[in-house]
Each structure stands twice: as structure tokens, then as C-alpha cells.
């Protein structure tokens, strides 16, 4: 069951433009979101995550948006970095229990 | 501190064989989560143990087990290899089973002929 879902497996982006990667979920239990960055050969590592009681989290260059009327979770990325080109999951937590993963996006910045 | 380490790291093995994956946590960490990544499917979770007791467990055949060891050591099984069975295993430490601060292996590759 699908209930984290990145509907596009790839983006391409050109340097110092923004990278926004986007996530639906169906469950409206989810509490807590997580975004995750992963490069060939090592696991996953935490980006950033936002709490179901806000509706965005900042640091840096990343940037979570969170919109639970529509379900739907969004990670952007000002500006763009070719060290950014990864592959990103998106993920949701309900009660520190269940844990789902999105498919993954894989993001390419172009120089 | 040493990372989440797991071994080994590539893996073949025939249709029907069994295969035992291993993962050492962070120091300190009790709680080890495994997941199974395949193309299109994400993460999918496996099971966690903390304290050496099995604390949820995925929707996956009874073909794949796993123990925890007293050092918080962890072993994943996976008897009957099949096809489908090829995926990176990932396994996932944390403290006290925070699903909000999981550390990642690198994986463990395995492939299925």
C-alpha cells in the first residue's frame, strides 16, 4: 500500500535555479514528515522534517512545505548545488510507530 | 563515533538459498530497523528489534527474520531466496526506536539468480 507517494522518479535542475520535490500521502494520521537524501553507495541520510502542526520548516537552502489539507509535502532547494544531485525519499511517521517511504526522486543539477 | 555498519556489502546468491545480513548500530543505540529498497518502491520496512525483542514488524513473508544480539547487534534471514528477493537491505539504528533520528547503513546488496 502506497500511502507515501513521490510521483516523479526524476528531476533536473539547473544550477542556482530552485529544486522543489514533491510528496502525497493518503494517510491523514501521519504526524510528522521527514525528508531524507541519498547518494550511491551509502544510506539515507536526514534532511529535514516538519511537525503536522506547521506548515513550514527552513534551514538553509532547504525548505519544507507542508499542506495538509491537500496531503501533500514539498522540499525545496534554493539555490540548487550540483552536490545536491541525490536521491530523495520522502517519509511519514504516525505515532513514532509507523514508519512509510515514498519511491524516491532522483535529483540532477546541472553545472 | 563509528557509523551504522553492515556486512557484507554486495551479495549473490541462487534461487532457493537462505542469506544472513548483519548490521552493527551505532554505539549507545538499542534500536535496529532493517527495510528493503527496490526500484519504484521505496523503503519498505521490515521489522525492528530493541533489547533483543522483535517491536514491530512489516508486511513481509515469514521468510525474512531477524535477532538482536545483547550488544545490539542485529541479523536479518531471508530462507527460500527468490527473484524478487533482490534489493538493498538497509539497516537503521536508533537510540530508544525514535522513528524522528534514524541513522542508515550503507546496505547490503543483494542479488538473486
Known amino acids: 500500500d502506497q500511502q507515501v507517494k513521490q510521483n516523479s522518479p526524476s528531476l533536473s535542475v539547473q544550477e542556482g535555479r530552485i529544486s522543489i520535490l514533491n510528496c502525497d500521502y493518503t494517510n491523514s494520521m501521519f504526524d510528522y514528515f521527514l525528508w531524507y537524501k541519498k547518494y550511491p553507495a551509502e544510506g539515507p541520510t536526514f534532511l529535514i522534517s516538519?511537525?503536522?502542526?506547521?506548515d513550514k520548516n527552513e534551514d538553509g537552502r532547504f525548505t519544507v512545505f507542508l499542506n495538509k489539507s491537500a496531503k501533500h509535502l514539498s522540499l525545496h532547494i534554493v539555490p540548487s548545488q550540483p552536490g545536491d544531485s541525490a536521491v530523495y525519499f520522502c517519509?511519514?511517521?504516525?505515532?513514532?510507530?509507523?514508519?512509510?517511504f515514498g519511491a524516491g526522486t532522483r535529483l540532477t543539477v546541472k553545472p | 563515533k563509528a557509523g551504522v555498519t553492515q556486512t557484507p556489502r554486495y551479495l549473490i546468491k541462487t534461487r532457493g538459498q537462505q542469506v544472513t545480513l548483519s548490521c552493527s548500530p551505532i554505539?549507545?543505540?538499542?534500536?535496529v530497523s532493517w527495510y528493503q529498497q527496490t526500484p519504484g518502491q521505496g523503503l519498505q520496512f521490515l521489522f525492528e528489534?530493541?533489547?533483543?525483542?522483535?517491536?514491530n514488524k512489516g508486511n513481509f513473508p515469514g521468510r525474512f527474520s531477524g535477532r538482536q544480539f545483547s550488544n545490539s547487534r542485529s541479523e536479518m534471514n531471508v530462507s527460500t531466496l527468490e527473484l524478487g528477493d533482490s534489493a538493498l537491505y538497509l539497516c537503521a539504528s536508533s537510540l530508544v526506536g525514535s522513528r524522528y533520528e534514524q541513522y542508515f547503513g550503507p546496505g547490503t546488496r543483494l542479488t538473486v539468480t
Open positions: 528489534y530493541f533489547s533483543e525483542t522483535q517491536r
Open positions: 554505539s549507545g543505540h538499542r534500536s
Open positions: 517519509a511519514a511517521i504516525y505515532n513514532n510507530n509507523d514508519m512509510r
Open positions: 516538519i511537525s503536522s502542526i506547521k
